[in-house]
């Protein structure tokens, strides 16, 4: 049985910075390639960062240069470490593990930045 176990959201002051941490199990998780999503209220569901099987990572035009996505296949753990956080980055933030096209999804953390 896949899970993603996403941790570390919660409310920051914009400017401010969280890392997120999503710990996957029932995968060889070194053979997949990992992924972040956010879904803000009332819109469609977006990619934010991912990194391959062999760590090349790949960024959202709006989190480039704020936000870096690492792995750590020992720990079977995906890393997404935002800095800079502005109020439209509040979203829900969800992990992906992908293979072959198909894909499975974590539950989700919240991520509010706001004053």
């Known amino acids: 049985q896949v899970q993603l176990v996403e941790s570390g959201g919660g409310l920051v002051q914009p400017g401010g910075s969280l890392r997120l941490s999503c710990a996957a199990s029932g995968i060889i998780f070194s053979s997949y390639h990992m992924g972040w999503y956010r879904q803000a209220p009332g819109k469609q569901r977006e990619l934010v960062a991912t990194i391959s099987n062999n760590g090349r990572p790949n960024y959202a035009d709006s989190v480039k240069g704020r936000f870096t996505i690492s792995r750590d296949n020992a720990e079977n753990t995906v890393y997404l470490q935002m800095n800079t956080l502005k109020p439209e980055d509040t979203a829900v933030y969800y992990c992906?593990?992908?293979?072959?096209?198909?894909?499975?999804w974590g539950q989700g953390t919240q991520v509010t930045v706001s004053s």
């Open positions: 992906n593990a992908e293979r072959y096209g198909l894909g499975h």
